[in-house]
């Protein structure tokens, strides 16, 4: 059984950083797309941001320049480098692993990120 294990998170002063991980366990095959979404409270599920196979990214617009998404194919894994985080980026961050054709779909069990002073 895949699981997906976030880490990385905590609470963070506005302006600060946070580096989110998220590794697997058991025994995976090659996945396309790697991501990060957030939820938080009252509101749904938004992605941040995604990284394909070969590299290429996309952000949403709130955390365009701020954030870097980066995955490591040998160790399967994906790194989420927030920057200048701000109080509206507090959520809990899901990572999601998607094999071509949106088959696999695994999502990690969340990690919790709240930027406050």
């Known amino acids: 059984q895949v699981q997906l294990v976030e880490s990385g998170g905590g609470l963070v002063q506005p302006g600060g950083s946070l580096r989110l991980s998220c590794g697997a366990s058991?025994?995976?095959?090659?996945?396309?797309?790697m991501g990060w979404y957030r939820q938080a409270p009252g509101s749904q599920r938004d992605l941040v941001a995604q990284?394909?196979?070969?590299?290429?990214?996309n952000y949403a617009d709130s955390v365009k320049g701020r954030f870097t998404i980066s995955r490591d194919n040998a160790k399967n894994t994906v790194y989420l480098q927030m920057n200048s985080l701000k109080p509206e980026d507090t959520a809990v961050y899901y990572c999601?692993?998607?094999?071509?054709?949106?088959?696999?779909?695994?999502w990690g069990q969340g990690t919790q990120v709240t930027v406050s002073s």
């Open positions: 999601r692993w998607r094999g071509l054709g949106g088959r696999p779909d695994y």
């Open positions: 058991g025994r995976i095959g090659s996945i396309y797309i």
């Open positions: 990284v394909l196979l070969r590299g290429s990214s």
